[in-house]
Structures are given as C-alpha cells and as structure tokens.
C-alpha cells in the first residue's frame, strides 16, 4: 500500500505536485504562526478577532517569496543538502516581510519573540517537509509507462571499495539511480575503518563476508579509477574467493574527458588480471614512421588493424588508407574514424579542453581517411594504391590467424599469409614505400601448427628481401602474443559461455598464453616499427604466461558466480575440458634461439633469426605456389617442414575438401 501511494505521488504531473507543496506551506504559514503563539504564551492560542488577518496574510506572503526563490521548481526525489541554503533564505526572507506587516498593521498584542519563532518554525516546517518526501520517495523509480504504469524496482545492495572522493561520488550517483543500493564502504585504510561517509560505515576488506551475509550484497564496486593496474589486479585477487561480482569505474581520464559519467559502472577489465603496468611510450618512435606521412594498414577492419588506425590518427598522419578485404569491416571502421576526426575537427572543443587526449589531433579536419577494398594477393591493386598516394609506411596486419580454421583450411591460409604479404611487399618494393611492417605472432616461433608456419614464412621472406640490395624499402617484423578482446580470443568466448550459464571449454588444463591489451600491443608495433633497420624481427616482452584455466575461474568468479565441479555440485557454471584442439600446443614461445638483444625500450627486444637468401628463397616460393594451386598437401607440408624451423605438425592434414575427396575416393 505504501509502495502504490508513494509511486502515485510520482505519477502525478508536475503542475499537481506543485499544487500539493503550495498547499502544504499554506498550511505551514498558518500553523508555524499559532505555533509560535502557542509557545510564546504556553498554552494552546486562540487567535482575536483581527488576528485572524494574520494568518491569511502569512501564506498570501511566503507563497509568492517561495515562487520567486525557485522553491517549487526542485525535483524533490533529488534534493541535496544544498538546497537547504535556499530554503533558509526563503524562510528568512519571509519572517522579515511578515515582521514588517506585522508593524504595519497596527495590529496589538503580538510579542516581539513570536517573530523569530515563527521563522524557525517555518524553516523546519519547510525544510523538514521536502527532505522528509525525498527520503519517503527517493527509492520508488518509474517504468517508461509514466505515472500509471509506476513500479517500484528492487534495488542490489553493493559494497563500494574505495572511500576516497570517487567511491564518495559513485554513492552519491547511485542514491539516485534504481539499479544500486549503497550499503558500506570498505577502504585499506585503517583509519578510516569505523568511520561513516553519508551514512555508510567504512570496513576493512576483511568484513566482506559478514557484509555479505547481513545485506545480501551483490556487488562489489571498485571506485579507484587512478590506482594502478598492479594493485588493482592485487585487490581483484583478494576478492576472487568471495564469488561475488566484481565492477568497476571507468578511469579518470574518461570521466574527466567527459566520454563517461562517475555512476557509468562497467566489467572488471580483464586486462586488471594481467596486473602489469604500461611502459610510457617513446613518442619520438610512435612519430618516426607516421607523423606527416601517408600511411596505409592492410586488414583495416581487423581487431589489430583497427586499433593500429585509432593509434595513427593520433599520430597525425597527412593520409590514412584503411585496405581491407571485408566490405562490412571496413565500412565500420571507416565510420568510426571519420567521427572521431569530425569531432576533433571541433577547435572550439579542442580551446576550452573537451575530449582531450594525450596525442590528439591539432589538424584533424586536414587528415584524409582512405577506403579501399581489396585482397592482399592482388599485387596490382596494391601497387597502384601505393603509387597513386605515394604511401610511406605500410602497417601489414592482414592475416588469417584463427589457429583450427587454418587448419580446416590451410590452401587458403597460404595464399594469404604468405603470398598476401609476399604480394604486399613486391608492390611496396615497386612503389618505393619506406617502411613495411609485418605483424606476426608467437605461433611463428617452433610452429605446431598450419598458421604459426605460415607466419614463419612470411617472416622469412621479408628477412630475405631486406638483404637484396637493390630494395630501398625497409621491412620490419614484430611478433606478440594473444591479444586481450581480439577476433578469437578466449575472453568473448568466455564472456558469451558464462552469460549463458556455460559450460566454460578450455582445451586443457595445463595450457598457457601470453596476452597482451590490444591498444598497448598496437602502440608498441608502431614503436618497434620505428627502430627498424631492415630485416630486423621484434619480440614484445609479454609478461608472463597466463594458465587459460585459471582465466576461466577468475572470470567465473568475477561474474559472481560458483565453479561447479565435484566439490561443489550445486555451483553455478561448469569447467569443460575438450582436448588440444588441432595444431594448438601447450605453452608458447616468442623466441627462437638464444641470441636475443635489448633495445632502448623496456618491453621490445631484438631478435637474430636465421635467413634463407633470396635466390634460394624464391625457388621455393614457386614450387609452393604451384602445390597450392593444385591442392597438393601433401607436398605443401613437406615445404613447410623443410623451410620453418621447429615446425612439427600436431595434426594430420585438415584441409575439409581435401579429406572429403580422400574420403570418396576410399569409398
């Protein structure tokens, strides 16, 4: 009954609601007054004859003063404090005007004490009225119906870690919103434990559990936005055990740069759990290759390829040119580059320090974005990309990298990875591009598998065309790990698998990766690409190894979920292991060999590959071609073993056509 009266009262519009508080401070006006009567002679005051045009005259002054000081202009669901500075000066306002009458009148008999009591009285009686309603109201929210369709939305209590002036300000917010309910804070701080912030009381992490229990809580909100992603990794550990669901703020410099508001509240960033701090950039190499130049990224629309776009624009390039072989991929990226330069183009946001941006652009409206469609292997078209637009710099980032498709499909991963870069970069040879850059992986290091081999190979003809002497192009290699959020990772996989109650799959149990955030693996590929002297190949150092099964339980638990297994047979989502799947190894390298050398960056070193010379190269480069073309792969695994170093296939031959013809001619 209450909840229906209370979301009634929202319902109702807006002109009744300011009829309502109108004649409740009439009410107040009269009452306040022989309230103030009733004290000042201590007994209950009745009122003489031409006293009675007091009390008409006290709400025919307050109500005008309260209009005109805006008090009936206030959503009172969403009242602060500081609208008692308001309230007190109408109420002031009011005891003096009515004081003033009052003299005027000719009107005998009234004490002088009754002035300033009537005034106090019409302060509490005022004030006390609308932060009574805020409370009684502050909680019930509205469906998009309006005011008949009102329903009141049960609220999650939460647990805010950090009670610093974010953590303040993300409980403020969510008093107001209908999703999150504020029940205590917990802070590292001793000092600040038994403290109380707005009404919460401040714990020690160690509470959580009897938090947990008492209020039912089912969130815990992380608001540190500038602690760095070591210790918040550390505190995301801590509330692993826990199984609750983990959130966080976004970072200042969102909030401040207005992308996003203090209540925006999102997933633990995964890339938390790497709890590695980034290396601050040399931006004299993020420049080197970009800054005035044009600038072309093969496979644009990839996860890779878009992040390196996003970093390049940043950089200031005279010309953009997204070539990428999917329409849809480079209609969307193509899109989202061209608003984030129209929005840059704004000079009067860029004066007054809108949306500002370490590296933002000062020109942005004179930087030419590019589309072009196109395959890698089509040698023509890229030739006359380059040379019609005089490109200086090419970022290769085309590649088929899905380790098990490769294998179903190996022809064409050939024909990609290894001819699409072979063709990419006669063309740039022709065109007299400067830098060429090729992103490879660690898959290429002691390959298992049909796609590390191509990888390897296309590594292994960039080596061999920078030591031709009449080449003026300079080609660089950089080679990482399994990017955080690309196009295969495990991380949507295991966001999509948990969101529909699992199973969550991993191959095996004691597999491990390395993984990187993709804009930190895109700004160190341009750094790498700027310390190239030809031929090099760069290692990015990629922390360490991260057991993928492990992942699994953080995210499961982070997601305020139980892992079901044989312990615990009423948990929430199941850990399924299926097996290596096809060409997949255990644990992965980044390195061949030992001879490795640092550079003057903390996270890129140098690597000494072998080489195989041009001449000898080429030879084998023809008869490959030859075996694709006619789906002999038989012959193109023998190649491929015989050139890739390390390259110890884990599989039979996959190709699905190959195996369906093998299949129908054994009958």
Known sequence: MRSNSRSWCIGLRRQAKVFIFIGADIFFAMFALWFALSLRWGELYLPKQDEWLLFVAAPVIAVPIFVKLGLYRAIIRYIEVRALWAIIQATTLYALVFAFVLYESGIKGIPRTVLPLNGLNMLLLVGGSRFFARWWLGDVYLNLGGGRGAKKF??????????????????????????????????????????????????????????????????????????????????????????????????????????????????????????????APDHTLLHVNIEGKVVMVTGAGGSIGSELCRQILRLQ????????LSEFALYAIEKELQYFLEKHSDHSALDTGIAKLPGDIKNAYEIKLIPVLGSVTNKLRIEKVCKTFRVQTIYHAAAYKHVPMVEKNPGEAIWNNIFGTLRTAEAAITAEVETFVLISTDKAVRPTNTMGATKRFAELILQALSAVDNSSTRFTMVRFGNVLGSSGSVVPLFKEQIARGGPVTVTDERITRYFMTIPEASQLVIQAGGMGHGGDVFVLDMGEPIHIVDLAKKMIHLSGLQIKDTDHLNGDIEIRFTGLRP?????????????????????????????????????????????????????????????????????????????????????
């Open 154 to 279: 049960r609220k999650k209590n939460v647990v805010i870690y950090g009670a610093g002036s974010a953590g303040v300000q993300l409980a403020s917010a969510l008093a107001y919103g209908c999703e999150f309910r504020p029940v205590a804070f917990i802070d590292d701080d001793a000092l600040l434990h038994k403290q109380k912030v707005n009404g919460l009381r401040i714990y020690p992490l160690s509470s959580l559990m009897y938090l947990i229990a008492r209020y039912q809580v089912s969130d815990v909100l992380l608001a540190m936005p500038s602690t760095n992603r070591a210790r918040q990794s550390e505190i995301i550990r801590l509330l692993e055990p826990f199984a609750i669901h983990v959130m966080s703020m976004p970072g200042l410099a969102d909030i401040a740069q207005g992308k996003v508001t203090v209540d925006v509240l999102q997933e633990v960033d995964i890339a938390d759990l790497l709890g590695r701090n980034a290396v």
């Open 317 to 324: 390039p005279e010309t953009l040119i997204l070539f990428e």
């Open 583 to 667: 060409g997949e190894k255990l644990y992965e390298e980044l390195l061949i060999g030992d001879n490795v050398s640092k550079t003057d960056h903390a996270r890129i070193m140098r690597a000494q590959e072998p080489v195989i010379p041009w001449t000898a190269l080429e030879k084998i480069l023809a008869t490959l071609e030859q075996a694709t073309k006619e789906d002999d792969f038989e012959m193109i695994r023998h190649i491929l073993t015989e050139v890739v170093a390390g390259f110890v296939p884990q599989c039979e031959i996959e190709d699905v056509l190959w195996k369906e013809d093998k299949r129908l001619v054994n009958g």
